[in-house]
């Protein structure tokens, strides 16, 4: 079956824009999480969102949003970009249970650029 | 709270090394742990699993052992390849599905 799939691939926006990434799931997957890698910090948790609500939330400022439609696919927005906002931005999809077995599958990421 | 400590990079070998890059862990209860490898360009790809102590995770001829005793989920591999030059990311997932990520060891092998 088809895998994550992330739109746009690349992105330049410049400093004070917004910025809005797209996360298609695998299908049947109810679990989206997103992360933010930078080569200084690593892969960093931004938060997952499971049948349309935000269950977990890592330690990013409220420039950094998400939601969840009803078919799963989520988005990210980020508001007021700055320099430092300048990342790949990786979405992971899973069946979001509670059981051991879950695994988190990865899409290619959007790389963005802010100048 | 949850962590992941694994070996600082960058690891360069030759081609027919064995390859060892160390992971420990810093949880409560019983995670599950994963190695996930991001290729240049791409995202990363799920390399292996283990959900309980004692379980061994395998593929593509890698090899992890979760250690409960040391907290530890080393990834191994008996004679590394130029295409295994990749990131490894060594990774638990706690209660309510959140993944706690190390900050990936790169590796390069030369022919």
Redesign the interface.
Known sequence: KAG?T?TPRYLIKTRGQQVTLSCSPISGHR?V?W?QQTPGQ??Q?LF?Y?SETQ??KGNFPGRFSGRQFSNSRSEMNVSTLELGDSALY?C?S?L???G??????????TRLTVL | GDSVTQMEGPVTLSEEAFLTINCTYTATGYP?L?W?VQYPG?????LL?A??ADDKGSNKGFEATYRKETTSFHLEKGSVQVSDSAVY?CAL?H??????????TSLTVIP
């Not at chain 2, 791409?42 to 799920?46: D, H, K, P, S």
């Open positions: 994550v992330q679990s999480s992360y690593g892969l948790f997952e499971f269950r977990n990786l992971a899973s979001g249970l509670a051991d077995s879950d695994t988190q599958y990865f899409g290619p990421g | 599950s994963f996930y791409e995202g990363l790809q799920l699993k959900t309980k990311f997932r209660t309510g599905n959140q993944f706690y990520f190390g900050t990936g």
